[in-house]
Nanobody, 125 residues
Framework: QVQLVESGGGLVQAGGSLRLSCAPS????????MGWFRQAPGKEREFVAA????????YYADSGKGRFAISRDNAKNTVYLQMNSLKPEDTAGYYC??????????????????WGQGTQVTVSA
């Protein structure tokens, strides 16, 4: 069982920035692709960004291209989501997830088998 812990969410004004972090509790990443997803009230959970194990491949939803950046530091056992130029429509719970048996990043939430509890991001107009 993998437990993921997200941090870094909060309240920010439109145009501001936040950096989310995700790390496993009690174990290290090992050959895992990682993804970030978000879910707003009344909406489906949607893909935000994903990164391969080596970090050589990254993917972004159109909504975040040019504003969001996913990265990882395997030595620190942490994955990050840098979010800039935030908009009110970015308001959601943000969840990190891992593909525990694959180094390949994908955009499908069905491909991810362990999830964190989420961290809330609220962007005020």
């Amino acid at each position: 069982q993998v437990q993921l812990v997200e941090s870094g969410g909060g309240l920010v004004q439109a145009g501001g920035s936040l950096r989310l972090s995700c790390a496993p509790s009690g174990r290290t990443f090992n050959n895992n692709a990682m993804g970030w997803f978000r879910q707003a009230p009344g909406k489906e959970r949607e893909f935000v960004a994903a990164i391969s194990w080596t970090g050589s491949r990254t993917y972004y939803a159109d909504s975040g291209k040019g504003r969001f950046a996913i990265s990882r530091d395997n030595a620190k056992n942490t994955v990050y989501l840098q979010m800039n130029s935030l908009k009110p429509e970015d308001t959601a719970g943000y969840y990190c997830a891992t593909r525990s048996r694959s180094v390949v990043a994908t955009t499908r939430k069905e491909d991810y088998d362990y999830w964190g509890q989420g961290t809330q991001v609220t962007v005020s107009a």
